[in-house]
T-cell receptor
Framework: DVKVTQSSRYLVKRTGEKVFLECVQD?????MFWYRQDPGLGLRLIYF???????EKGDIPEGYSVSREKKERFSLILESASTNQTSMYLC????????????FGEGSRLTVL | AQSVTQLDSQVPVFEEAPVELRCNYSSSVSVYLFWYVQYPNQGLQLLLK??????LVKGINGFEAEFNKSQTSFHLRKPSVHISDTAEYFCAVSDPGGYQKVTFGTGTKLQVIP
């Protein structure tokens, strides 16, 4: 089975702190994604990556950056956390072939105080 | 840009009753369509997908969906729900080409009442 692991399930940070959210997948998937989930808004794409060291902006990239130094790992970085970044963050991956099916981690719930 | 509309934010239904969760998408070109389910405190998992072929798609846990191109709809159905079906359901769409960027709807919370 494909496994997508997010390093932290729950985090509490203070405004202005730098935050790292880590995601690792074990199935050699080409594409990896970071979504943010908020009540009533569904999932919104922050960034995605289709190869090592490659990244593309999603629909809401402002305030975020990403890093993909190895194929299996995709990190989301909040350079200076703000209260409006309190949310559930979901990492996902998919094969490079055209199936469109995403495999999700269990999510990281971030609270910024 | 593609968009997905899930008009019902919450759907209460009695156990063993049928349910339909509605989904409409905006794209007029070829699309891939998906339904994902999210149980409390978990990530999303795929229920079913439409890539091509038969417009009636069967998924896990007794769910099915019908692709209707003329109405740009992909409604999810189950003839008899169980308590364990209580969850949030997301409809999603992607382009057949490109980097498989998937656009999600806002979700529908299904509450099964004993």
């Amino acid at each position: 089975d494909v496994k997508v692991t997010q390093s932290s399930r729950y985090l509490v940070k203070r405004t202005g702190e730098k935050v790292f959210l880590e995601c690792v997948q074990d199935m050699d998937h080409e594409n990896m994604f970071w979504y943010r989930q908020d009540p009533g808004l569904g999932l919104r794409l922050i960034y995605f990556s289709y190869d090592v060291k490659m990244k593309e902006k999603g629909d809401i990239p402002e305030g975020y950056s990403v890093s993909r130094e190895k194929k299996e790992r995709f990190s989301l970085i909040l350079e200076s956390a703000s209260t409006n970044q309190t949310s559930m963050y979901l990492c996902a991956s998919t094969l490079g072939v055209n199936t469109g099916e995403l495999f999700f981690g269990e999510g990281s719930r971030l609270t910024v105080l | 840009a593609q968009s997905v509309t899930q008009l019902d934010s919450q759907v209460p239904v009695f156990e063993e009753a049928p349910v339909e969760l509605r989904c409409n998408y905006s794209s007029s070109v070829s699309v891939y369509l998906f339904w994902y389910v999210q149980y409390p405190n978990q990530g999303l998992q795929l229920l079913l997908k439409y890539l091509s072929g038969s417009t009636l798609v069967k998924g896990i846990n007794g769910f099915e969906a019908e692709f209707n191109k003329s109405q740009t709809s992909f409604h999810l159905r189950k003839p008899s729900v169980h308590i364990s079906d209580t969850a949030e359901y997301f409809c999603a769409v992607s382009d057949p080409g490109g980097y498989q960027k998937v656009t999600f709807g806002t979700g529908t919370k299904l509450q099964v009442i004993p």
